[in-house]
């Protein structure tokens, strides 16, 4: 059995991955912090999520300066829950304890410290930790996952996104021009905080953050194509869907299409569905990616869905710490 | 015109009242104020509801020591859309400036100055004016409401529980025993405040507030017969249902509480449904009350439901104001 | 008073306008039909509709060869809110019989009878009508609508689109780029009929209609620009969102962009936020069409938003016979 | 492995059902059924319930004279999650067969065929099934459950209401006055069907079958104990929240109660939860009951809830399964 420590356990995504490492056959669930400030002294995670009442009883613990010694001696594997200046900070002080780290948040996914400026609007003084990241999207990049120490869990959005073009363009069936990903996330994808816009009297379905979402910049740099990424809120809690526009190179098939997808058959996670496009509901809980499309000459429209927690965040998660582990990469995910 | 200025004007009930004065024929929506803590400079009430654009163009303002004279001298009327120890502190003020209020808080409902240590944990000074307010519920207390000063508006649960159960009480229908009502409100009955409970991911239908909502008394008390009051919390934004177990005296018939509702057959916002039972969907952004029943030998069942922000808040508060106008009780309400 | 009856009462739109006319100071509603086979002998509108109990306590009627000549000497307006076939069938017969008619169909927005053939699945004998009905889009026809015998009250979703689109159209503003439409629509949008894709536990975000939808050429006609529209299902009850990615032609600044959207500022329905995005939640239950757009370079996002029974049906019916009856275009719409 | 085929599979129970066998470690789904009227001819399971895309790409079979002995041979278990009706007519035809019988349906849920003319409406000429079928109902009744031929699986509302009140009877803490139980269920409680009333924007929060619920009589039966049961549709897919007024004896104490329900304790998928109650949330997608209670003098609320389609169908159904297998009764259920 592996040891592994949460760190911001209390969110949906680390509540998620709790329940995923309580399960799994091959890994411990060995600590769950949470911030200081955060802290209800002697609340369960299962407190806060009766629904995983039995299984995940186990004390939320402060995370202080004291604790990091102690997660780093008592876990193979540290996973970073919290938020993406949080994890700036505290991936380097774990890998310096020689402990791996899997960092959900968007701290190490974009390729150089510049961006973060301009993206995340603060400064990020780890551009080695940048370099040698492994960029967690576990179909398109295994063997970096499987020797990283440091690992990027690729964002919800861009997981379904990239599953979605990167088989076109790697077969060079994309036109030059601009795709358009019209996408709407559940409401567990905005964090589990007393906020007034995620209040249930005050969700509805409208878009946010046009232009400048800091998953644009994550696709295009693995995509290496020009993208336009427009995210919306769905009034539903989990599950993400993207109707993606997307103009084909010249005398581009039906047939060249389905081929391009082909590629991606034998990846235990996608379902490739042909002409029936995907719903929220047809991924909604479930650790997949499904990938619909329709063609019109040289227009398709890709349809991918993903549920945001688990593909997009600990499911996904839990894949590279199988992979990085020599484990079936969806052992605990599925059957 | 009359000019009414309205006290905490941003969460659901004065924002719902806001919007009913602004569309009076006989009121003019003088004020929105909110505490200055929560003012956000320059919003208007629109900005936080933009479904309102156009209607509630008005600044939010501040309400401070200097905006009681103020208040007071352009307003007819002052309403308090505030919590209920904010009320407490606010209305004697309005009063001594002359100026009429009407509560929607639970600030004035009860009795007796003692009962808001128990029921609502604070010292209430102001015995005085619990015994001149006049109680809101219209169908029950129009000549009071008529020519008092200050209207304790009636609470969303007791709106629906005591226009079901007082029509039986007065023909002397019930027997002794405990009348149970089972309660669901719909979430903006919590109010619009950044809190985990309310948020869309954490809503699900659940009770709260067992043996001790501060509703109970106050249905016992206008009622006059023991209850046990239970309310939930459903996953929707507006209105409350509830299911009320009456056990009636003996012998009596279908026909006698048939005969006991008629007595509310005139009142123009009670819907008399007969054995056909009321739903969340009947009353949800209606003024009505309705109310359908089913009985077998002695044991009754009462199905009553209400918007709790119209009926059971602004809508009823603006049925006072115009009471006390000496206008139609439904005028600005129902066509 | 004006006397009007519906044909296709029990659906949603229809429902809906009966309820709007019921509600009208110049208009009676004079009778609400449905087809023999969907009639429940003796219900009440209100028997299907609870929340308008006590506004639409009428019997629905039989529609059969009888009713025809009574209908149309008994009415000023008739209002058809049956399926585009029905629609077909009827309009030529009232109209025949002298009475204005108002279809919320598809029945006759189209130009040409032949595109009825590709689009609608069926062949349309009355291309005359086709030629006379004036399209009922009432911010851009309001002369024709005023004189027509027969208006093709707008389709729901090009209501939106062409409201958002027609003003950068008519500046000239736009590149010759296909314009892309990423529409979703709440599931009254079904209408009112058993059907399992339309069950609760069925519904989720999900596209549909891909590449074929009929408004997509209604959309086309009435813009005179190449667009690709992608109609959803959300889950929700009411309203339409559309994403829309437009280029504009080089140059264009955002103050061009503004002006554009200026020439639609006096329009008493139509409400321009700016920058501010629309959300459901902003139209839902409103007659009114928002529209917030946001620029970058030459590519602009504009997002609109409208209640799909309200401005997307009943609501721009209502207009359509106000503007033909010489009234206010919003009287009963909005104060 | 044990084969088990599934009559009915189409259904939500059924597909629940199908689910969990085939993620079984020791049974086999051998065939899933529909009627013949219902069958769409080469559709998958998977079809119907794309989230179960992978597992259950099974072709559903048609129900026909030729199929019962090609079952009956190929199954060690047959699972009707039929109507009663079809079910009654099934289960002697299997029997006969040779082959163990698990009803999903409340065909032979009752004691005495003379109740179903009462509560079902339709002779019921099987008594010696009656007698001989074990109530399924998993914590009261493992032994009968391991040696009967035919399993008739406790209902939903049952389930919840029995295992909260059994402990309480058993113990002796009951009054003699009648127990109300205020039920609420999802949508998937209907059935997986066209029909209005379960249609997305049709279902609200609202009271049902009041006085005469076929699950009255069971709950009766099997508590003998006096009851008042009404069933309400909420507006969720899954779960069943019960809130239930119980009058305990004189000189019951809180450590009554506690000790009562200790006797539950051991049980694998009961969560006793004291003072804190349960909501929909926290068993919905999970195969537990969760009880929570609070006790005012002799007045006590038990709340309980489950998932409807899992411990109250599908879940226990498996149980039932894995005790005439001789398996962990949780197995497959539970890790």
Redesign the interface.
């Known amino acids: 059995m592996l040891n592994v420590s949460i760190i911001g356990a209390s969110g ?1 995504s680390g509540a998620e991955l709790a329940k995923l490492i309580a ?1 799994h056959p091959n890994f411990n669930l060995k600590g769950c912090y949470v911030s200081q400030q955060s802290l209800d002294k002697g609340k369960l995670l299962s407190d806060l999520y ?2 995983h ?2 299984l995940l009883d186990l004390e939320l613990l402060p995370l202080c300066n004291e604790s990091y010694v102690q997660i780093a001696q008592s876990s193979d594997y540290v996973c970073l829950c919290t938020d993406h200046k949080v994890s700036v900070e505290l991936a380097p002080k774990f890998l310096d304890l020689g402990v791996k780290v899997f960092d959900l948040s968007g701290g190490f996914r974009l390729a150089s410290a510049s961006q973060y400026e301009q993206y995340y609007g603060f400064s990020h003084n780890h551009q080695t930790l940048l370099d040698s990241a492994a960029y967690g999207l576990v179909e398109w990049n295994k063997a970096n996952i499987a020797k990283a120490k440091l690992v990027a869990v690729a964002g919800c959005y861009p997981t379904a996104a990239l599953n979605a073009l990167k088989p076109l363009k790697q077969s060079g069936l994309l036109a030059d021009s601009q795709i ?1 990903i ?1 996408a ?1 996330s ?3 994808g905005a964090g ?5 816009n ?11 953050g ?2 400048n979402h800091r998953h644009g910049p994550e696709i295009t740099q693995y995509l290496d194509h020009p993208i ?1 990424f ?1 995210p ?1 809120l ?4 989990r ?1 993400i ?1 993207e ?1 993606i ?1 997307v103009r084909l190179a010249d005398n581009v098939t039906e047939n060249d299409v389905t081929q391009a997808y082909q590629t991606l058959a034998d990846e235990p996670l996608i ?1 490739l ?1 042909g002409r ?11 650790p ?1 990616v ?1 990938i619909g499309w ?1 063609q ?1 000459g040289q ?1 398709l ?1 890709v ?1 991918v869905a993903i549920d945001n927690l688990l593909k997009g965040a600990a499911g996904q998660a839990l894949q590279c710490m199988n992979i990085a582990s020599g484990f079936n990469a969806t052992l605990g995910l599925k ?1």
């Open positions: 949906y399960s009766p629904e009442s039995g358009i019209n709407v559940g409401v567990t589990r905080k007393a906020a007034i995620t209040q249930f009297c005050e969700v509805s379905l409208a878009p946010y046009l232009f336009l427009t919306h769905g009034n539903f809690s599950g869907l109707t526009y379902r569905k029936v496009l995907p719903s929220i509901k047809s991924v909604a809980g479930t997949y499904d329709q019109q227009q429209i349809v059957d």
